[in-house]
């Protein structure tokens, strides 16, 4: 009998048509499936294939009996109920390598973007409101012998640290466990407690997943510390910033501006930021390229495969599930 996955939201196809001998896909005939359709459909399915963004919640968990593994779509797995899954016997998966390289060029991207003022100066050319283009006018920040503060030095951060070197920029990190000498000299980047680095940079990069200690991570007092003249850039998860705070900060123009590819709470945007001038936003395209959404259609239909023939190197991120009594797939 063929196993019975369902695919949440719409996503690449062609990679997904290698499982069809051995698996019956369940797509949506819309964009994904409501959450009454979800919980209708669940109950028959051995796996789910997630979608960044969008929560699979405990009731839907709870219902899927028969589950046996979540891949999600994407890296940040903060839509999945993680410890409910690992209690189930769940495995949880998601698409790291991805999403790592084109999330990283939306990050200097943005940097780049935010500092020279071009989406900016593209708004105001289109609505004929720059008239002089004399010397002491239109400047911007240049990105060489900047610092830059990146907060999360995992694959991302990483990638992001490879491509500021190339700038000229001195790399500071923040990280929940200080790197190797040898990958620290690699990416020419010192380690240095938060507070340091929220000081000390002209830009800096979130690059965390959002968890419960990362959620709110920069706020009041961590925006009270840095300087006047410096950028944020965030590519993580918009709950990584207390959105208010953000807002304050930059209304009083205590930081010179921010560029953001998330926000607390998506497809929402606050009205005041796209009200300023200083402030940089785009919809959740850190990893929106056809190569990247391609091939993290195929990651996820490997990754069915390689679970189902009983393989366990996978992305798992509960990895403390294989050891559980409930596990529902025994390998």
């Not at 789910?48 to 979540?70: C, H, W, Y």
């Not at 911007?140 to 992001?160: H, S, Y």
């Not at 606050?270 to 009200?275: D, Q, R, S, Y």
Request: net charge negative.
């Amino acid at each position: 009998m063929k196993k019975k996955i369902l695919i949440s939201h719409r996503i690449p196809e062609e990679p997904l048509k290698k499982l069809s001998s051995d698996f019956e896909l369940i797509w949506p005939d819309n964009d994904g499936f409501t959450k009454e359709e979800l919980v209708s459909r669940i109950p028959e399915c051995d796996g789910a294939v997630s979608v960044f963004g969008n929560p699979v919640d405990q009731e839907v968990m709870k219902l899927g009996t028969r589950l046996k593994l979540i891949a999600n779509y994407g890296a940040g797995t903060d839509n999945i109920d993680v410890a409910l899954a690992t209690q189930l016997g769940i495995v949880v998966t998601n698409t790291p390598d991805s999403v790592t390289e084109p999330t990283a060029e939306l990050t200097m991207g943005l940097m780049i973007d935010v500092a020279r003022r071009i989406s900016e100066f593209d708004r105001g050319l289109r609505a004929k409101k720059i008239c002089d283009w004399g010397v002491l006018n239109n400047w911007g920040t240049t990105l060489q012998n900047k610092t830059l503060g990146i907060i999360g030095m995992g694959a991302i951060g990483k990638a992001v640290a490879k491509r500021a070197l190339a700038f000229g920029m001195d790399i500071i990190y923040h990280n929940r466990n200080k790197l190797a000498p040898d990958v620290e000299e690699k990416y020419d980047a010192r380690y240095t407690d938060l507070e340091n680095l929220l000081r000390n940079s002209d830009f800096i990069s979130l690059n965390v997943p959002l968890t419960p200690e990362t959620k709110s991570l920069i706020s009041y007092p961590e925006l009270k510390l840095m300087k006047p003249s410096a950028f944020l850039v965030n590519t993580s998860r918009g709950a990584v910033v207390n959105q208010e705070a953000l807002i304050d900060t930059l209304k009083n123009k205590e930081i010179a501006g921010a560029a953001l590819d998330v926000f607390a709470n998506e497809p929402e945007v606050p009205e005041e930021l796209l009200h300023m001038s200083n402030v940089l936003v785009v919809p959740h395209v850190g990893s929106a390229t056809r190569e990247a959404r391609t091939e993290m259609s195929s990651q996820v239909a490997a990754i069915i495969v390689d679970f189902f023939q009983g393989m366990k190197g996978l992305p798992v991120v509960n990895p403390n599930v294989w050891e559980s009594e409930n596990l529902r797939f025994k390998i």
